[in-house]
């Protein structure tokens, strides 16, 4: 039923209810040095620089993950994903998290072969057993011209790239996010397209400060009950109007 439409997700309070980040920090006993660090680096080097504290006083890479399990995951919004997969929709992450974090968390939770593609900060483990964050975009160059994205990752630039992947007939967009990295995508959805701004956070903020700027139709949600049922009620309405 789902074939034609494409659902793209936020990761950080969005899928789960914290942000990644800030939960390894908080449950690792970092937030000291975190908020030491935090004014002096740009975010992906600052959660590199994070990770190097860990390494050095002896966590292993398994006990973040540990911790990563651990991460509030609403049963609604697990529910969700299967049943938007299970219409066949296809299912999309762009995130500023990275690829360990995310792909610990939805392994753990059974998901992670529901998603077709996560674009996010990639992780690697280096010889030192040390795990690393580098940038989506390489910040050596200049990586994007966007004003209203973080220099590592413009998720707009994302929605560009899989919008013009599909085939004409295939381009009706669900977006799903909460923060202020989730502006710049929004604006470049079109009139068909829908986006889920969590109630209250940035992006809802941002979008109602002026709503004509976006095209697409707004749908909020506060808890995960509502993410489902909004989730689902616009998978249909998509389907049925892509018939028609
Ligand atoms: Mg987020
Ligand atoms: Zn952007």
């Known amino acids: 039923m789902g074939e034609s ?3 793209i997700f936020d990761f950080d309070q969005t899928i789960i209810d914290d942000d990644s980040d800030l939960w390894v920090i908080s449950e690792l006993g970092l937030t000291h040095l ?3 660090f935090r004014s002096t680096l740009p975010w992906t080097s600052l959660m590199d620089r994070m990770l190097k504290e860990v390494h ?3 966590i292993a890479i398994n006990h973040i993950a540990d911790c990563l399990k651990r991460a509030y995951f609403h049963p609604s919004i697990i529910s969700a994903i ?3 997969h299970a219409l066949r929709c296809d299912l999309k992450i762009i995130s500023d998290a990275n690829t360990f974090y995310i792909k610990t968390i939805l392994e ?14 990639p992780a690697f483990v280096d010889e030192e057993e040390r795990l690393r964050i580098t940038p989506f975009h390489d910040s050596t160059l200049s990586p994007h011209s966007c004003h209203l994205c973080p220099p590592n990752m413009c998720k707009g630039l994302v929605i560009d790239r899989i919008r ?3 085939p004409e007939n295939k381009r009706r967009f669900i977006y799903i996010g909460d923060g202020q990295g989730d502006y710049c995508p929004t604006l470049k959805l079109e009139g068909s397209d829908f986006v889920m701004p969590r109630k209250d956070y940035p992006l ?3 979008i109602f400060s002026d709503p004509k700027l976006v095209n697409a139709e707004v749908h909020e949600w506060s808890s995960g009950e509502e993410f489902e049922s909004i989730l689902l ?3 249909n309405k998509l389907a049925i109007q892509i018939k028609m």
């Open 5 to 7: 439409v494409t659902v």
């Open 56 to 58: 050095s006083q002896g």
């Open 82 to 84: 299967k049943s938007a």
């Open 233 to 235: 009620k616009l998978i």
């Open 108 to 121: 753990h939770h059974g998901i992670w072969d529901c998603f077709s593609e996560v674009n996010t900060n």
């Open 34 to 36: 975190f908020n030491q």
């Open 164 to 166: 013009g992947s599909l």
């Open 204 to 206: 809802s903020n941002r």
